[in-house]
């Protein structure tokens, strides 16, 4: 994206600037400020998305951080509420046996194999 408003800034560089030479004599210092801003407002048009662009993912991971800050919270919330429901929620995502390491291939409450609790309390 860059690149493509750098090529407009500068085709439209090239077509402006045929005007004014042929207009104003280019040794004034208005031709010289007029030359300037037009070459350079490509770079300050790649700066100001780069900027965006930048903005823009920091707002991202702000907003995935504060989801994530909120979810916690609400399961801590849950959690103080009803010991039964901390206890689901753990046990739904253990994948392996916190004393054998044996896996857990569904909502196992006691390991198969070393017949241990599968939730953590």
Not at 17 to 32: A, G, H, K, L, N
Not at 66 to 89: G, M, P, Q
Request: negative net charge; contains cysteine.
């Amino acid at each position: 994206m860059v690149f493509i408003v750098n090529a407009l800034f500068n085709i439209s560089y090239e077509l402006i600037i045929p005007f004014f030479e042929s207009t104003m004599d280019e040794t004034t210092s208005v031709f010289m400020t007029v030359d300037d801003i037009i070459f350079y407002s490509q770079f300050a048009a790649a700066g100001l998305y780069a900027l965006i662009y930048i903005l823009s993912s920091l707002k991202a991971v702000i907003i995935k951080r504060l989801w994530a800050e909120k979810t916690i919270e609400h399961y801590k919330e849950l959690c103080r509420k009803d010991k039964t429901a901390f206890h689901n929620i753990i046990g739904k995502y253990l994948i392996t046996c916190p004393h054998c390491g044996a896996p857990n291939d569904g909502d196992l409450t006691v390991c198969e194999y070393c017949k241990s609790e599968m939730r953590i309390l």
